[in-house]
Structure formats: structure tokens, C-alpha cells
């Protein structure tokens, strides 16, 4: 099993069965988002990411998310593609990530450029490029 599978299938994600929307959880979440793909980006851009889609739109960590549960699992998922995107475990046929999560990616390199491996660097922008995110 490729480790983004293994993060996505820890998250137990779907509209039915989503992890617990409390604060410990979404800290769990955080911490292994960033053990994962933090070795292709940098400690400090993966936390930013993590933020992105686990807190962002809360008026603080630990009220319940605006969205509801649907919300969250559409947010989780997408963190689980974006972790398979940096790990180059992304499949383009059963993952789906949309312009604004592009976006998000595109931001987070551009501002960690000086962190990451130029050859890493190189690669992820280079496929930013072939979808016609650059």
C-alpha cells in the first residue's frame, strides 16, 4: 500500500463514516500530514497546507466546522490528494483536486521555494505546468 493510501484510509474519510470533528483529531491529522510529506516540502509549508484544510475556515480550532461533516470529508479527501501529489502517488483517474486546491499547491511552492530540493521543486512545478496550473 502506497503511504498516501495508508494516510487516506487512516482517515476513514467518506460522507458517512468521518473521523471525529474535535480538536485533538484535526491535531492528529495535522501531525501526520506533515510527517508525510514534509520530507518533499519542508516541516513549515506542510503545516501551512494542513491549516488550510483542517482550520481555516473555523473561527477557532476547536468550534465545529461551518460546513458540517460533508464539508470536512470533501477537505479531508482533498488533503489526502494533495499528500499523493507531493509523494508522487497521484492518480489523475480516481482523485480529484479542483482549480483552488491547484491554486493552494502552486502558493505553498512558490513561497517554500527556497526550502525545497530544487530537484523536487523542479518536478512538482513541472507538473503544475503539464495541468495547466502555471
Known sequence: ??????FLSRLAI??????P????????IAAEFVR?????????PSANLAFTYLFEKRPSPDTPDPEGSE???RRLLKLGYI???????Y???SMNLEKEDWQNIRSI???????????????????????GEM
Open 71 to 73: 464539508g470536512r470529508a
Open 36 to 44: 508525510l510529506v514534509s520530507p518533499s516540502i519542508g516541516r513549515l
Open 109 to 131: 511552492l512558490e513561497e517554500a521555494s527556497e526550502e525545497i530540493d530544487v530537484n523536487t521543486l523542479t518536478a512538482l512545478m513541472g507538473e503544475l505546468l503539464e495541468r
Open 21 to 28: 470533528d474535535t480538536l485533538s483529531d484535526n491535531k492528529w
Open 91 to 93: 492518480d489523475d483517474d
Open 83 to 89: 499528500a499523493a501529489f507531493f509523494l508522487d502517488q
Open 14 to 19: 467518506g460522507p458517512s463514516d468521518v473521523s
Open 1 to 6: 500500500m502506497l503511504a498516501a493510501d495508508r
